[in-house]
């Protein structure tokens, strides 16, 4: 299940995400996407059963990274993560990582 089209996409991607110095959680999300893994890779479920009994949602934290990569996926004009990791955005890659992110 990688979504990286071929190598040379790869080896853009792999470079891009080793020269930033920090990364937001949306782009955790898509890079784990394009790299084949579980989009929740990296993240961790509440588990304070009083956070939890107030209202907290046990996955909160990739929620919220999830909406931000879908609005900036659907509706910005600009597809920053794939400007910073040197990926030219597809209509393709694009249409992927909406569809792993249901």
């Known amino acids: 299940m990688n979504y990286v089209i071929n190598k040379e996409q790869?080896?853009?991607?792999?470079?891009?995400?080793?020269?930033?110095?920090?990364?937001s959680a949306s782009e955790m999300i898509a890079y784990n996407i394009l790299r084949g893994f579980d989009p929740k890779r990296g993240f961790t479920p509440k588990t304070n059963p009083i956070k939890?009994?107030?209202?907290?949602?046990?996955?909160?934290?990739?929620?919220?990274?999830?909406?931000?990569?879908?609005?900036?996926?659907?509706?910005?004009?600009?597809?920053?993560?794939?400007?910073?990791?040197?990926?030219e955005s597809s209509e393709e890659l694009t249409n992927k990582i909406l569809e792993a992110l249901k």
């Open 10 to 23: 790869y080896l853009k991607l792999k470079k891009g995400w080793k020269e930033q110095q920090s990364h």
């Open 52 to 87: 939890l009994a107030n209202g907290a949602e046990e996955w909160q934290a990739f929620g919220q990274a999830r909406a931000i990569l879908q609005y900036e996926l659907k509706w910005s004009k600009e597809k920053k993560c794939f400007e910073r990791w040197s990926l």
